[in-house]
C-alpha cells in the first residue's frame, strides 16, 4: 500500500488554481461588449478552422480561452443542455443564466474532484428579448460565476484588457467603431503584431437565431486601419 | 458519483454525438406512443390533409391547405403545416396531426443541432435521409391507422437548384423530379400540376400554380380546405432559392387566390 500524505484543503485548492490560471495564460484572450444593436465578441485567432466564439441557442452565445478540447466538450454539452430544454419546454425557457449556472456546476465538480482541473474560461452571452438588459457571464476554471455589463474579458490578459476597454467604453457604440475599440485595445494590450481575428454579434433582426459570424474580410478591411 | 456527467452538463455523448433525437434517445426523452395490439378502434386524432411542392427556375415552392378533419368534421381551419426546417429547407406534413407536428418539432431541432455541434449545415440529402428514418420510426403506429406522410423541399447550394422529396409511410424516401404531393388530396394536386408544370416557369408562375392546385385539390376532395376568403384563411407557403426560405406573404397570396378562385368557377 502506497503512504499516502496529508494536503491541506487549502493547499490543494492553491495548487490546481495555480495549474489551471498557468494553462489558460497560454492562451489569446477575447473580449465582449454590448454596443447599439446588441453584443459582440472579438478573439485573436490566427486559424480560421477553429473557432473559439460560436452560437449555443437563439439568444445566446458562447466562447471559450484556454485548452481547446476542453472547453469544445464543454460548448457542445452547452448546447445538448439547451436544445433538451427548448425541445421538452419551450424556446423561451432557455436562458444564460440557466446554462452558465449549469457550467459553473460542472466546472466547479470537475475543479474539485477530477486528476486535473479544465485550463478554461468561458463566456455565455445573452442578448435580452424586447428591451431586457443583456447577459454577459464568465464562468472560470473552478466553477467561480461573474456577471457583468458593458464590456467583459476573459482570458490570460483579461484584467489588463478589461481594464483598458473599460476607460474607454461607451455605450451604442456602432458596430465598427466597436470592433475598431476592440482590435485598437488588443493591439496596446498585447504589444505585438497581431495575426487574424474571429469576431461575431449577437443582435437583433428578423430571424429568430441572432448569432451571426462576423466575415473575415470585414474585420481584415478594419483591421487595416488600425494604426500601427 | 463516477463523472462529472453525472451531476450536471450532458458532457458524454451517444455516437456520432451530432445527433439530437439520439440524444433524447440516450437520455431515455424521446417521443414514445405505446399503442395496445388489439385492433385500434377511431381514435378520431386530427388528420392533416394537402400539401405539394414543386421546383421552378432557381428554386422550389412548397405549401399546403390550412385544414384538419376529424372523420367527416373540420378539426382546425387554420393548421399550419409548412414550417421552415432550416435556412435552407422547409418541411410540410399530411397525415395524422399531432403525430406529424411532433415530427417536424424534432426535425427543425436535430437539423439545428446538427449545425451548431459540427459548425456545418447537413446536406440536403443528408436532411432528407433524416427526415426518412423519422417516418420510419413511427411505422408501428401507422398499422394503426395513425400514418404521418411529410414533404420536404430545399434549395441544395451544391448542385444549385431547388430539389423536392416525398415518402411514404414506411419510410421510403423518393426524389421528385418536378412536384411531389401528399395528402387526401395529392391526386387532385398531382393532377393539375402534371399539366400546368412547366421546368422554365417563374417564382410568381411556381406560386400561382401551387396555389392553383391546392384549389383544384380542395374542389374534389372534401378534406382538403381551399382559400376560404370570407373568412381570411389562405394556404401557407414558402419559398426556397439561393438567398434561402422565406414565406410568401398572405396579402399576395390572398390575391393569387382571388385570381385563381375565381378561375375555377
Not at chain 2, 422547409?90 to 436535430?110: D, K
Not at chain 2, 374534389?220 to 389562405?234: E, F, K, Q
Amino acid at each position: 500500500m502506497n503512504p499516502s500524505f496529508y494536503v491541506t484543503p487549502e493547499q490543494l485548492v492553491r495548487d490546481r488554481a495555480e495549474f489551471a490560471r498557468k494553462g489558460i495564460a497560454r492562451g489569446r484572450s477575447i473580449v465582449a461588449m454590448e454596443y447599439r444593436e446588441g453584443i459582440l465578441m472579438l478573439a485573436e485567432n490566427p486559424g480560421a478552422a477553429l473557432h473559439k466564439i460560436s452560437e449555443v441557442y437563439d439568444r445566446i452565445a458562447f466562447a471559450g480561452v484556454g485548452r481547446y478540447n476542453e472547453f469544445e466538450t464543454l460548448r457542445k454539452a452547452g448546447i445538448r443542455q439547451a436544445d433538451v430544454m427548448g425541445y421538452l419546454y419551450s424556446r423561451d425557457d432557455v436562458t444564460a443564466l440557466g446554462l452558465a449556472t449549469a457550467f459553473s456546476q460542472t466546472l466547479g465538480v470537475i475543479f474539485s474532484h477530477e486528476t486535473k482541473p479544465f485550463e478554461v474560461e468561458l463566456l455565455i452571452c445573452e442578448l435580452g428579448r424586447n428591451g431586457q438588459p443583456n447577459h454577459m457571464l464568465q464562468v472560470s476554471y473552478d466553477g467561480t460565476l461573474v456577471d457583468e455589463r458593458g464590456v467583459l474579458a476573459i482570458g490570460g490578459k483579461a484584467d489588463l484588457l478589461g481594464g483598458a476597454l473599460r476607460e474607454r467604453f461607451t455605450e451604442d457604440l456602432e458596430l465598427d467603431a466597436a470592433i475598431r475599440l476592440g482590435m485598437e485595445v488588443f493591439a496596446e494590450t498585447e504589444n505585438r503584431p497581431l495575426d487574424g481575428w474571429e469576431g461575431a454579434v449577437l443582435e437583433e433582426g428578423s430571424a429568430r437565431r441572432c448569432f451571426r459570424r462576423l466575415a473575415d474580410a470585414e474585420l481584415e478591411s478594419l483591421s487595416a486601419q488600425l494604426p500601427s | 458519483m463516477n463523472s462529472p456527467a453525472d451531476w450536471g452538463l450532458p458532457l458524454g455523448a451517444p455516437t456520432p454525438g451530432a445527433s439530437f433525437s439520439d440524444l433524447l434517445e440516450s437520455l431515455g426523452l424521446s417521443p414514445r406512443w405505446e399503442v395496445p395490439d388489439s385492433p385500434v378502434r377511431d381514435l378520431g386524432a386530427p388528420e392533416a390533409t394537402t400539401v405539394l411542392a414543386s421546383r421552378y427556375r432557381g428554386g422550389v415552392v412548397i405549401g399546403g391547405d390550412r385544414q384538419a378533419t376529424e372523420g367527416h368534421l373540420i378539426a382546425h381551419r387554420r393548421m399550419r403545416k409548412v414550417y421552415p426546417s432550416d435556412r435552407m429547407s422547409a418541411v410540410a406534413v399530411a397525415g395524422t396531426a399531432g403525430l406529424a407536428l411532433e415530427m417536424v418539432r424534432l426535425f427543425c431541432v436535430e437539423l439545428e443541432h446538427y449545425e451548431k455541434i459540427e459548425g456545418a449545415m447537413l446536406s440536403l440529402e443528408g436532411k432528407a435521409n433524416f427526415l426518412s428514418r423519422l417516418v420510419r420510426s413511427q411505422l408501428p403506429l401507422a398499422f394503426r391507422g395513425l400514418a404521418v406522410v411529410p414533404l420536404f423541399a430545399g434549395y441544395d447550394p451544391n448542385s444549385e437548384q431547388g430539389r423536392v422529396y416525398t415518402f411514404d409511410v414506411v419510410g421510403g424516401r423518393y426524389e421528385e423530379h418536378n412536384y411531389g404531393a401528399a395528402g387526401s388530396g395529392a391526386i387532385q394536386a398531382r393532377a393539375f400540376l402534371r399539366t400546368a408544370w412547366e421546368r422554365e416557369m417563374t417564382e410568381t408562375e411556381a406560386v400561382e400554380k401551387v396555389v392553383a392546385a391546392l384549389v383544384a385539390a380542395a374542389d374534389v376532395d372534401v378534406a382538403t380546405g381551399g382559400p376560404d376568403l370570407r373568412r381570411g384563411i389562405l394556404p401557407n407557403l414558402a419559398v426556397i432559392d439561393a438567398e434561402g426560405v422565406r414565406e410568401v406573404s398572405e396579402e399576395y397570396l390572398a390575391e393569387v387566390a382571388r385570381s385563381s378562385l375565381g378561375g375555377s368557377r
